[in-house]
T-cell receptor, first 116, second 109 residues
Framework: NAGVTQTPKFQVLKTGQSMTLQCAQDMNHNSMYWYRQDPGMGLRLIYYSASEGTTDKGEVPNGYNVSRLNKREFSLRLESAAPSQTSVYFC???????????????FGPGTRLTVL | GIQVEQSPPDLILQEGANSTLRCNFSDSVNNLQWFHQNPWGQLINLFYIPSGTKQNGRLSATTVATERYSLLYISSSQTTDSGVYFCAALLGSARQLTFGSGTQLTVLP
């Protein structure tokens, strides 16, 4: 089991460029999440997908779009990157789904994004 | 609103010392996890502990859901324990984890 994988590991963009961050999990989890972490700060939720076919906004969704491509994959797109989006982006997954009873959440290794 | 508060925010220890990190939360808990973010930025799962006590080597954790807190104990600390420790909880009817702001632990040789 690879767990949660993310690509790329590092990326540098110029202001206004677009890109898609990829995330995949092989644990048959229902729920997937995208977070950002700014220097010296905790994690803030951007978007999440409680189950295949659904997506919902988190705390900081502006400037981002997501796609739950299938049960395994959840991508995050920046349409027009801005310097304020310089951050480390983490994907996570959890068995979750329809049940409100929690299950352990696992994180990917992160993507370090710099927008010039 | 729903809150998860961690204390202390910063902790500096000498190698070999013991420590206790605290996490208070504001609602009934369905899931509580402790994570270690190492100096390379990786988030490592330490414990999934919505209630009770668990131990893993030098680390142990206790959650008292009725009193709305969880504790992480680190015994005989090592320099490799340095990093940020996050508590995260699935509270009330929420569908996503609420993270605390973390405890920055530095273990000196």
């Amino acid at each position: 089991n690879a767990g949660v994988t993310q690509t790329p590991k590092f990326q540098v963009l110029k202001t206004g460029q677009s890109m898609t961050l990829q995330c995949a999990q092989d644990m048959n989890h229902n729920s997937m999440y995208w977070y950002r972490q700014d220097p010296g700060m905790g994690l803030r939720l951007i978007y999440y997908s409680a189950s295949e076919g659904t997506t919902d906004k988190g705390e900081v969704p502006n400037g981002y779009n997501v796609s739950r491509l299938n049960k395994r994959e959840f991508s995050l797109r920046l349409e027009s990157a801005a310097p304020s989006q310089t951050s480390v982006y983490f994907c996570a997954s959890r068995k979750g789904g329809g049940s409100l009873l929690g299950n352990e959440q696992f994180f990917g290794p992160g993507t370090r994004l710099t927008v010039l | 609103g729903i809150q998860v508060e961690q204390s202390p925010p910063d902790l500096i220890l000498q190698e070999g010392a013991n420590s206790t990190l605290r996490c208070n939360f504001s609602d009934s808990v369905n899931n509580l996890q402790w994570f270690h973010q190492n100096p390379w930025g990786q988030l490592i799962n330490l414990f999934y502990i919505p209630s009770g006590t668990k131990q893993n080597g030098r680390l142990s954790a206790t959650t008292v859901a009725t009193e709305r807190y969880s504790l992480l104990y680190i015994s005989s600390s090592q320099t490799t324990d340095s990093g940020v420790y996050f508590c995260a909880a699935l509270l009330g009817s929420a569908r996503q984890l609420t993270f605390g702001s973390g405890t920055q632990l530095t273990v000196l040789p």
